[in-house]
T-cell receptor
Framework: DAKTTQPTSMDCAEGRAANLPCNHSTISGNEYVYWYRQIHSQGPQYIIHGLKNNETNEMASLIITEDRKSSTLILPHATLRDTAVYYCIVRSRSNDYKLSFGAGTTVTVRA | DAGVTQSPTHLIKTRGQQVTLRCSPISGHKSVSWYQQVLGQGPQFIFQYYEKEERGRGNFPDRFSARQFPNYSSELNVNALLLGDSALYLC??????????????FGPGTRLTVL
């Protein structure tokens, strides 16, 4: 699976949008971009995934660049409960079983 | 619907002992994966089982083993515990199936402390 690069940490003001970048310059054509988050002492929680089109669900939006070498997870109105470690993971279609977690981005939402 | 459940929540063992951790997947999910998360790091893949067969194994020693039962629940066994085995052990379930890309849903984990 392709490796990803994320900033170590970032702060966000409550009520504002949080934009989390992820670089995956070696991504191949059949690899998806997945985002998970992990609130302290809990199991990771699935957020969203995409292949090449932008995606949106009730939690977040995922913007993937046209060349697919980077993406941005957008939390539209961050709340204190969104404070967590966010993981960007690239995963192949044929590799159903494995998620390769990096260090992720620690997001702190401040009141 | 119940999510992924794991037991026990916390466990304290001493070096050299053996431990068994249990996981029940979401109803209808046939795939179970196990991850180890050491403090301050992201989860690391240990095993995946689908339809009672091992589909994948991470870079862990043979002291780690697992199995999946006909009801799709799973057990992770660790023998000859070392201090370095202290971690949060996570179970994740998914629908599974060859070639399918699907979300994995994680349980709350079992916190293992080895003294």
């Amino acid at each position: 699976d392709a490796k990803t690069t994320q900033p170590t940490s970032m702060d966000c003001a409550e009520g504002r949008a949080a934009n989390l970048p992820c670089n995956h310059s070696t991504i191949s054509g059949n690899e998806y971009v997945y985002w998970y988050r992990q609130i302290h002492s809990q199991g990771p929680q699935y957020i969203i995934h995409g292949l090449k089109n932008n995606e949106t669900n009730e939690m977040a939006s995922l913007i993937i660049t046209e060349d697919r070498k980077s993406s941005t997870l957008i939390l539209p109105h961050a709340t204190l409960r969104d404070t967590a470690v966010y993981y960007c993971i690239v995963r192949s279609r044929s590799n159903d079983y494995k998620l390769s977690f990096g260090a992720g981005t620690t997001v702190t939402v401040r009141a | 619907d119940a999510g992924v459940t794991q037991s026990p929540t916390h466990l304290i063992k001493t070096r050299g002992q053996q431990v068994t951790l249990r996981c029940s997947p979401i109803s209808g999910h046939k795939s179970v994966s196990w991850y180890q998360q050491v403090l301050g790091q992201g989860p690391q893949f240990i095993f995946q089982y689908y339809e009672k067969e091992e589909r994948g194994r991470g870079n862990f020693p043979d002291r780690f083993s697992a199995r999946q039962f006909p009801n799709y629940s799973s057990e992770l066994n660790v023998n000859a515990l070392l201090l370095g085995d202290s971690a949060l052990y996570l179970c994740a379930s998914s629908l599974g199936g060859t070639g399918l890309v699907g979300e994995q849903f994680f349980g709350p984990g079992t916190r293992l402390t080895v003294l």
